[in-house]
């Protein structure tokens, strides 16, 4: 069983569309995140949510916004796609919010914008 | 903000040697340091960390340094295999205004062993 799950794998759509990206987790983990990787493979957090509750925004666009129904979910809705918005997405998890606490991804959604 | 500056960003050896990546970081709250593997087209995943509380942690071929004072942590893996070849992620903790848990990456090492 894959301990964090985001479908879809692949996403091509055009600009100005509205996407959703899903993740679940099978670990019994309290927190949840959302990276954007770039092209040049620059991996960057974008969202960490903690028992469902957002706690860090990381200046991220409002076109983005994260929904957590519950502590193993966490999915990212992203309105208006824009070009700049094409890059790897990965969703992690960890124990709980706090140092030290690994962070497990999952296998990531390349999203495309034409 | 902080930033975590990776160094070298590709690094090519020979099978059997040695290779070391070295990361330095701008906020002296960090306290964790884990290190990451990411192969062509797949998840990062976490191959050794190190707690501030410690200087040195081996596992087999890897071994994590710290430097708390000098705000540097390094990456070494003996013994170099082709299999080891990926891009490979430092990143450190954030130490401050509850964003503890939040990790900021370096920019990454592509590592390329030669049979």
């Known amino acids: 069983d894959t301990a964090v799950s985001q479908t879809p794998k692949y996403l091509v759509t055009q600009m100005g569309n509205d996407k959703s990206i899903k993740c679940e987790q099978n670990?019994?983990?309290?927190?949840m995140y959302w990276y954007k990787q770039d092209s040049k493979k620059f991996l960057k957090i974008m969202f960490s949510y903690n028992n469902k509750e957002l706690i860090i925004n990381e200046t991220v666009p409002n076109r983005f916004s994260p929904k957590s129904p519950d502590k193993a979910h966490l999915n990212l809705h992203i309105n208006s796609l824009e070009l700049g918005d094409s890059a790897v997405y990965f969703c992690a998890s960890s124990q709980d919010w706090g140092d030290h606490q690994p962070q497990h991804f999952g296998d990531g959604t390349r999203l495309s914008i034409l | 903000g902080e930033n975590v500056e990776q160094h070298p960003s590709t690094l090519s050896v020979q099978e059997g040697d040695s290779a070391v990546i070295k990361c330095t970081y701008s906020?002296?709250?960090?306290?964790?340091f884990p290190w990451y593997k990411q192969e062509l087209g797949k998840r990062p995943q976490l191959i050794i960390d190190?707690?501030?509380?410690?200087g040195e942690k081996k596992d087999q071929r890897i071994a994590v340094t710290l430097n708390k004072t000098a705000k540097h942590f390094s990456l070494h893996i003996t013994e170099t295999q082709p299999e080891d070849s990926a891009v490979y992620f430092c990143a450190a903790s954030r130490g401050y205004g509850g964003s503890q848990g939040n990790l900021i990456f370096g920019k990454g090492t592509k590592l390329s062993v030669k049979p």
């Open positions: 190190i707690r501030s509380n410690v």
């Open positions: 670990l019994g983990h309290d927190t």
């Open positions: 906020d002296s709250a960090s306290n964790y």
